[in-house]
């Protein structure tokens, strides 16, 4: 696998990028061009969201009216990110919860100002004018910042530093996590996220080619979105190395999510053996990935749901007995092949005790426990699934109401025949 090379389309879509400005609206980022999106403007807002958030599905017609106001800016971007499906990205800023919002000052990464406002569109485009104001320059309101384009990034030599996949050197540099003795334990040891760690010294040439291979693979590959890696100076403190035992350097240790054993790449630490590494440590992982990516499906059963649809008259009126019945006989039926009708039978469960409301207060109490970044990703796909189920249940209900405020259709009336002897 070649790591550096220059490849002459991406070069120029991103020069087109520069040359632009912001032209694309509301950015879409992942962990391969988060760094290097950063990088290209003064000021950039990120939001960072979850597909299945209620509360990030409300705010997002205002963020897009904020991505239009900066449409064509050279200076401010507006991006989003799926802090779910880039766990390593989110982790390494410390999201606890979605929606939230952070906004990027001159390309660094490393630091943030989290945006605690209000979350409507004039208060956020208000407010990053201001900030903008303060960190640049005076800026209209109704202007758009006309600054010269940004020039393609250089290098030492003053050539045009080499690009993968629109990700440079500098970029995979920044994307490797330092950590030391201040943030070990919140970046490596938290439950949430696999974690590579790469232990090494200064003055170590084998450190240094190391760390080269680790770079190549940010550029060369998407790892970093399921894997956060870091960098452990040793040099600067030794603690971790005794409490792993780590007595050579170059070394590389495997911290699983969920605090579960730690694993050790005994082999050479080239490029092939760090890939095999990492593709069998993640293979359960993408597994796991495959079953979320459905999630608006996750946990539906089709005869299950012909069968509230086909009573959704009787839901609203509070008669749920011959419902339950038809569900007991589709369970049934399943032989086993509906392990998730057991969270049907508990929405009609708050239906009968809890009425219709109930069934509200349960859907939303849902929300706001899937709105929680740090969730178990087994605890996560058990509240998609009853998300999903209770929304088949609410429109539904939805369905039937309209239904019932229909004024029925009135027959025209037929003409009164009058014999010959009335006239």
């Known amino acids: 696998m070649q790591v550096f090379g220059y490849y002459n389309e991406v070069l120029f879509s991103l020069f087109s990028l520069f040359s632009l400005g912001n032209a694309v609206g509301l950015i879409d980022l992942d962990g391969g061009n988060f760094a290097s999106t950063i990088n290209n403007f003064k000021m950039t807002m990120v939001e960072f969201y979850a597909p299945w958030c209620g509360a990030c599905k409300k705010f997002a017609p205002a963020y897009d009216k904020v991505a239009e106001k900066f449409r064509n800016s050279h200076d401010i971007a507006i991006a989003r990110i799926d802090g779910f499906a880039n766990q390593p990205v989110s982790a390494a800023r410390g999201i606890k919860a979605f929606p939230t919002l952070h906004v990027y000052f001159n390309g660094d990464v490393e630091n943030h100002m989290i945006f605690k406002g209000k979350r409507t569109a004039d208060y956020i485009i208000n407010e990053l004018n201001r900030l903008f104001d303060e960190k640049f320059k005076k800026i209209d309101g109704d202007q758009t910042f006309n600054a010269p384009p940004p020039q393609p990034p250089l290098g030492d030599s003053g050539e045009a530093v080499k690009i993968r996949g629109q990700i440079t050197e500098k970029d995979a540099d920044k994307m490797m996590v330092k950590v030391g ?243």
Not at 192 to 217: I, Q, T
Not at 261 to 268: K, S
Not at 334 to 356: I, R
Request: aromatic letters at 6%; charged letters at 35%; glycine letters at 4%.
């Open 181 to 423: 003795k201040k943030n070990f334990t919140n970046i490596v040891l938290n439950k949430y996220s696999n974690v590579m760690v790469a232990f090494v010294e200064h003055d170590s040439h084998a450190c240094d080619v190391l760390k080269r291979v680790l770079r190549g693979l940010l550029m060369e590959t998407d790892f970093n979105k399921e894997v956060v890696i870091a960098v452990y100076d040793a040099t600067e403190g030794k603690v971790w190395s005794r409490i792993y035992e780590v007595d050579k350097y170059p070394s590389i240790l495997w911290f699983p999510k969920g605090n579960k054993p730690i694993d050790q790449l005994d082999d050479d630490l080239n490029e092939e053996a760090i890939v095999e590494f990492i593709m069998k440590k993640l293979k359960t992982k993408k597994q796991d990935l495959d079953v979320i990516e459905n999630h608006e499906k996750l946990g539906l059963i089709e005869d299950m749901d012909k069968t509230i649809a086909e009573h959704r008259s009787a839901i609203i009126e509070g008669d749920l007995i011959e419902l339950k019945i038809k569900l007991i006989d589709v369970v049934n039926s399943l032989q086993g092949g509906g392990a998730d009708t057991k969270f049907y039978m508990e929405v009609v469960n708050v239906l009968e005790h809890q009425g219709l409301n109930g069934l509200t207060r349960f859907a939303k109490d849902i929300e706001k426990k899937l709105s929680n970044a740090m969730l178990e990703r087994r605890d996560r796909i058990t509240l998609i699934k009853k998300s999903n189920i209770s929304r088949v249940f609410v429109d539904n209900i939805e369905q039937a109401k309209a239904a019932v405020k229909q004024p029925a259709k009135r027959k025209p009336k037929t003409p009164v025949k009058r014999r010959k002897d009335e006239l």
